[in-house]
């Protein structure tokens, strides 16, 4: 995903100010998502890397797929996925998807809290993360839980940009930088 991270974002952008604008920000969600899930099936990866397909083919080929999976393709969508074959993205679609949701999400007051702890979270510990969060970020706040015991103890926290680093093996990497200067 992250190789798409800054070719992604104009396309996600363009995408949200247009579906802002006709108010179909849930369609193209929907739609993106489907998309994405055919984007990133590895016979389709393996079709993207063809250089005998021409790339009016595989966007034909591309949208026969996308309506055999139910999408409710309009012509902004079908332009969508041929400017992204003339411009060889669309192996981007996944990550398009992942910048246009966290568009939405801002849009709506809301953001994605990953926490990732040495140990598994209580549903109070829970609670009392996400209303930090929201205090702090002005959002509605909703989490997502990893175990990492790499971390040794604690949590790391990322809310987009933001990343706030609690682990004890943060805290040891700090210390050793100081103690190193």
């Known amino acids: 995903m992250s190789d798409f991270e800054t070719s992604a974002r104009p396309y996600a952008r363009a995408l949200f100010e247009l579906a802002a604008e006709e108010n179909k920000l849930q369609q193209w969600q929907d739609n993106l998502q ?33 309506a055999g999976a139910g999408i409710e393709a309009d012509a902004d969508f079908n332009n969508l996925i041929a400017l992204l074959a003339e411009n060889d993205r669309l192996a981007a679609l996944p990550t398009i998807n992942t910048q246009f949701a966290t568009l939405k999400q801002e849009a709506e007051g809301k953001i994605e809290v990953t926490v990732r702890s ?48 609690g682990s004890a093996s943060g805290q040891m990497q700090k210390l050793t930088i100081a103690l190193n200067k």
Do not use: C, H, N, W
């Open 34 to 66: 489907q998309a994405a899930v055919i984007a990133d099936d590895p016979d389709m990866l393996a079709m993207f890397e063809q250089p005998a397909i021409l790339a009016k083919e595989l966007s034909e080929l591309f949208l026969a797929v996308a």
């Open 118 to 165: 040495a140990q598994e979270l209580s549903a109070e510990q829970q609670d009392k993360i996400a209303s930090s969060m929201a205090r702090r970020l002005g959002k509605e706040v909703s989490i997502t839980t990893e175990i990492d015991s790499s971390l040794i103890a604690g949590a790391i926290v990322t809310a987009g940009d933001l990343v706030i680093d």
